[in-house]
């Protein structure tokens, strides 16, 4: 067994089995943080213009239609923050889409209603199917693999790209960004890369009941080359353009909106929230928060220590994890005894099922070879 070790710089360690470490004790998060993010993300008058220069083509293009582009909302920081630039720094008019797959916080919702308010937009809401949505997530549960939030993810990705491609929407502002994500957590850790039916089928196939009539599930190579290349959707990051500090832009969005901030990233989904706070460290031994605070550590915005002394004890008490348990089992039309029996079970990854991760793998090398993707990927 390879012997445990951690980044000098950052928090990501061993638990990536793939990590590698330079003569300073640096991973190569680290380097390819300093070699391909770094001299690649401009926020000032550079990135300032490449904004407006979007925002005009965007505002050109979307002339005598209902709406220019389309945003995809989760009441998270990230997809709220890239709406008030929208709307309120690119003078577009987006429309807000949101995904109810079944598991928002109130905090969620509160958060979109502040925020369809505050900026006097449009919002659709589409309501997953529950019946197919449980199933799906019980039969992904029991395969018992890590990457548990490929569910709701699918449900996200795919029905905002078949209501863009549905009603002519040729622009998509999504929230990624460089400032709270330069470090992907790798694919060991639940880090899939994209929406692979493949996968989803033969999982579905393997442990679901039900007919997935209604559910969205849009294949990764048709929304990146169909959609993309083909049709000509674009997708537009523009907080890689725009100073975007994490602690900033949540106070801003509460001054100006009464928006509140959120305990620790992607706890707008209670789901998500329960996944990465317990299923993912107690089943498998992976913390997401290392992928995350190592961003934050890269891009300046928390210390090593400061992350070091939040991953030394979990994010949510012993209590309330237990309560989110039973609440998860609940909904899940699952007995408490069921889900612990399905935690305790053994271990697998989605090489144990059918899947086209090599092609999906090729792709993403080709995006990195010519700089669509600058973050470590794999």
């Known amino acids: 067994m390879k012997e445990y070790r951690i980044c000098s710089r950052t928090v990501m360690d061993t638990t990536d089995p793939r990590i590698t470490f330079n003569e300073k004790g640096e991973s190569d ?11 690649n993300w401009h926020t000032d008058e550079r990135g300032a213009a490449e904004l ?9 293009e979307g002339k005598g239609k209902d709406f ?26 987006p429309l807000l889409f949101h995904v109810d797959a079944g598991w928002n916080t ?28 449980k199933d799906l997530q019980v039969a992904f549960l029991k395969s018992q693999i890590p990457d548990q939030d490929l569910p709701q993810d699918g449900a996200f990705f795919s029905a905002l790209y078949q209501f863009a491609r549905k009603n ?13 994500e330069c470090c992907r957590e790798p694919e060991e850790w639940g880090g899939y890369p994209g929406i692979d039916k493949t996968l989803f089928q033969d999982i579905h196939k393997k442990f679901g009941k039900k007919s997935l009539d209604s559910f969205p ?49 992607h706890h707008e989904s209670r789901f998500t929230r329960f ?38 004890k979990p994010e949510m008490s012993e209590q309330f994890l ?38 999906i793998g090729l792709g993403a090398n080709i995006m990195r070879l010519t700089g669509m993707e600058r973050r470590l990927f794999r």
Not at 70 to 88: H, R, V, W
Not at 108 to 121: C, F, H, S, T, Y
Not at 334 to 353: P, W
Request: neutral net charge.
């Open 168 to 180: 002519n929407i040729k622009y998509v502002i999504t929230g990624a960004n460089y400032s709270t």
């Open 322 to 359: 237990k309560q989110e348990f039973e609440y998860v089992a609940n909904k899940l039309d699952l007995t408490v005894d069921e889900l612990q029996h399905i935690f305790d079970g053994d271990n697998k990854t989605y090489r144990d099922y059918k899947n086209k991760r090599q092609l």
């Open 52 to 60: 407006e220069q979007i925002s005009e083509k965007i505002r050109e």
């Open 68 to 93: 220019d582009c389309i945003i995809g909302l989760s009441g998270g920081l990230d997809s709220s923050y890239a709406a008030y630039i929208a709307k309120e720094k690119m003078g577009l008019r």
């Open 29 to 39: 998060y680290c380097q390819n943080f300093d070699t391909q993010i770094k001299p």
């Open 217 to 265: 599930l849009v294949d990764i190579l048709v929304y990146k080359v169909l959609y993309q290349k083909i049709l000509g959707m674009q997708i537009v990051k523009p907080l890689n353009l725009v100073p975007y500090i994490k602690k900033d832009a949540e106070e801003e969005l509460e001054r100006l909106f009464g928006w509140q901030k959120f305990q620790h990233k």
């Open 275 to 312: 996944y990465e706070d317990y299923w993912m460290p107690r089943k498998f031994g992976f913390e997401k928060r290392k992928a995350h605070f190592s961003s934050l550590i890269l891009t300046g915005q928390m210390t090593r220590d400061e992350a070091l002394a939040r991953l030394s």
């Open 106 to 133: 109130e905090q969620a919702v509160n958060n979109i209603e502040k925020l369809v308010d505050g900026l006097n937009l449009e919002l659709f809401t589409e309501v997953i199917n529950w019946q197919e949505m």
